[in-house]
């Protein structure tokens, strides 16, 4: 008899599955017409091990380039591995001036980078950028890895079921999968196996058995004990199939370890929309476009022939070959009919229509000067037509950054922290909120109006302070240095924090005065030589002037030869 907890996982996946099967019908036309390799249907994971050709539908491949061509400007634009795209900062601006704390979230930057650097993150998130430009919904599980700190698998549509919490959020995935009976033996025990399993472990070791694993919200914990059993997201792993009576494993995450992706969502809709879907009538199209051009081309190059009805013999149709023919006939082969088709005009529109598609995938964005063939294009120019298709990316940018990205730095340092790989906290941070700054390409084009205006209004100043020195009190040059440094994403060691700009111009005010006081000294010194030379050249009756003036002042003999 089943436990309770494998009923209700059993219930959660079939109500599940109800809820997905209307999107499944549109899933299946993206796969078949533009990625051909990607999606699992039809309710198991059993076509995961076999290796059938796809792609029958497809006779021009533009779409398919094309969300290649959007995933890798996704990724280059917003998770560059080539270039910073996130750093750490603080709620409270005057605590991120204090160099202690600057620095310790400089270093926690420097290591999350290197983790994700280590484990396989580049990789897979390029299949989810894929994934979710076609089918509008991605999935990449993350997962701790005792070898590189972190794995992550990018989940194809289909593998998957969602469901929604309160605020609308993936916060519950069920995950099927294929794993070998000798596998699941290693990884959760024999004796955890059905009866049906174990029987296949000697006689088919390697034979597939589908596995289904669902993540989901914990109610019923203990908040105080700590164990895999009471953590905020549980975990169970179980045969889809079989006789099993329990869960092959329950566990848990601190954190949910699913990156759940969404193009665009209609209203509380579960599942995306992607530009795929936009897309698809397109792609359907010009297939029967380009099916028609070739059968136009088939038929000018190998028309319908004419054959007398006594020639018996079958046509050869190759170059140079001979047919021979009765010279009684009166008739002779020729072709049945002659058509001219208008192969440019075909072209132009089928070239129409692969631009609409490049277009519904934003290829002219990431590839904006690939066919601009100007040598005289302006930063300005570049800079406009940048922002102007940026417009069409901001919501799905800010989107990603919330479910993606935010997730997975709160879940790469959970479990940095846990692996005892994180500096010591400095005191300053206890109960201190940190939040995470996005500085991709992508990113910083949405904040590229905000740079603007910084370097606009010091510039308007400047020009001001040549007729008027004072205007320049009314600008703190130092926070407009710490703005452009926050909108650039500059690294926090390379701006100094405002205590040790006060102590260096406090030591260097120290220094100019010190050395004013000397010059001062070494200029009454110089003018009190001048004038002892000048009076000891004037002679009178009664001796040099210097003479008469010491004299006077008791200082010398009145011959002027001694003194006290």
Same mark, same amino acid.
């Given at each position: 008899m089943e436990s309770d907890r494998l009923k209700q996982a059993r219930e959660t996946v079939a109500f599940l599955e109800t809820q997905r099967a209307g999107w499944e019908a549109q899933w299946q036309d993206i796969a078949e017409y533009v990625l051909p390799r990607k999606g699992r249907f039809g309710g198991t994971a059993a076509?995961?091990? =076999?290796?059938?050709?796809?792609? =029958?539908?497809?006779? $021009?491949?533009?779409?398919?380039?094309?969300?290649?061509?959007?995933? @890798?400007?996704?990724? %280059?634009?917003?998770?560059?591995? @080539?270039?910073?795209? !996130?750093?750490l900062r603080l709620a409270d601006r005057d605590l991120m001036e204090f160099g202690p704390v600057r620095t310790w979230l400089d270093d926690v930057e420097n290591r999350l980078y290197a983790a994700l650097a280590g484990s396989n993150f580049y990789q897979s998130i390029h299949g989810m950028y894929t994934e979710l430009g076609a089918f509008g919904s991605a999935d990449l599980f993350h997962e701790a890895d005792d070898e590189r700190g972190m794995n992550f698998t990018c989940l194809t549509c289909g593998e998957y079921l969602w469901?929604?919490?309160? *605020?609308?959020q993936v916060d519950t995935v069920v995950r099927r999968s294929l794993m070998t009976v000798r596998q699941l033996a290693l990884r959760y025990g024999e004796d955890r196996l059905s009866r049906q399993t174990r029987r296949r472990l000697e006689?088919?070791?390697?034979?597939?058995?589908?596995?289904?694993?669902?993540?989901?919200?914990? /109610?019923?914990?203990?908040?105080?004990?700590?164990? /895999?059993?009471?953590?905020?997201?549980a975990s169970l792993a !179980?045969?889809?199939?079989?006789?099993?009576?329990?869960?092959?494993?329950? =566990?848990?995450?601190?954190? !949910?370890?699913?990156? /759940? @992706?969404?193009?665009?969502?209609t209203g509380s809709e579960i599942y995306g929309r992607s530009p795929g879907m936009d897309a698809l009538p397109d792609v359907k199209m010009l297939q029967e476009m380009a099916k028609s051009q070739l059968l136009a081309v088939h038929k000018v190059v190998n028309p319908p022939m004419r054959v007398p009805s006594g020639y018996k013999?079958?046509?050869?149709?190759?170059? %140079?070959?001979?047919?021979?023919?009765?010279?009684?006939?009166?008739?002779?082969? @020729?072709?049945?009919?002659?058509?001219?088709?208008?192969?440019?005009?075909?072209?132009?529109?089928?070239?129409?229509?692969?631009?609409?598609?490049?277009? %519904? !995938?934003?290829?002219?964005?990431f590839l904006m000067f690939a066919g601009d063939t100007r040598s005289n294009v302006t930063a300005a120019e570049v800079m406009e037509r940048g922002q102007e298709k940026l417009l069409m990316l901001g919501p799905v940018i800010e989107r990603h950054q919330t479910e993606i990205l935010d997730p997975l730095i709160t879940r790469s340092f959970g479990i940095l922290l846990r692996g005892g790989q994180l500096p010591p906290v400095p005191a300053e941070l206890s109960g201190k909120e940190m939040h995470v700054e996005y500085?991709?390409?992508?990113?910083?084009?949405?904040?590229?109006?905000?740079?603007?205006?910084? *370097?606009?209004?010091?510039?308007?100043?400047?020009?001001?302070?040549?007729?008027?020195?004072?205007?320049?009190?009314?600008? $703190?040059?130092?926070?407009c240095v710490d703005e452009l440094a926050a909108i650039a994403g500059a690294p926090a060691r390379i701006i100094r924090p405002d205590d040790a700009v006060r102590r260096m111009r406090e030591e260097r005010d120290r220094a100019e005065a010190q050395q004013a006081r000397l010059e001062v000294a070494s200029k009454v010194a110089s003018q009190l030589a001048g004038g002892v030379r000048d009076l000891a050249s004037v002679q009178t009756a009664q001796g040099s002037g210097l003479d008469i003036l010491l004299r006077q002042a008791g200082m010398a003999e009145p011959g002027g030869k001694g003194g006290r």
């Open positions: 076509s995961d091990a =076999g290796g059938e050709r796809r792609g =029958g539908r497809i006779i $021009d491949a533009t779409a398919t380039r094309a969300v290649r061509v959007l995933a @890798a400007g996704m990724q %280059g634009g917003l998770t560059s591995p @080539a270039r910073p795209w !996130f750093r469901a929604t919490g309160a *605020r609308g006689k088919e070791p390697y034979g597939f058995v589908e596995v289904v694993h669902l993540v989901q919200p914990r /109610c019923d914990r203990d908040i105080v004990r700590r164990d /895999c059993r009471n953590m905020p997201w !179980f045969e889809a199939g079989g006789d099993s009576r329990d869960v092959l494993h329950e =566990g848990g995450y601190e954190e !949910f370890p699913h990156l /759940c @992706a969404r193009w665009d969502v013999q079958r046509l050869n149709l190759i170059p %140079g070959a001979q047919n021979f023919v009765n010279p009684n006939q009166s008739e002779a082969l @020729a072709p049945l009919y002659q058509i001219s088709p208008d192969i440019q005009a075909v072209t132009y529109k089928i070239e129409d229509v692969r631009r609409s598609i490049r277009e %519904g !995938f934003f290829n002219d964005l500085v991709s390409s992508l990113a910083q084009a949405q904040k590229l109006s905000s740079a603007n205006a910084v *370097r606009q209004l010091t510039a308007d100043v400047g020009q001001l302070a040549s007729a008027s020195p004072q205007v320049l009190d009314k600008v $703190d040059f130092d926070q």
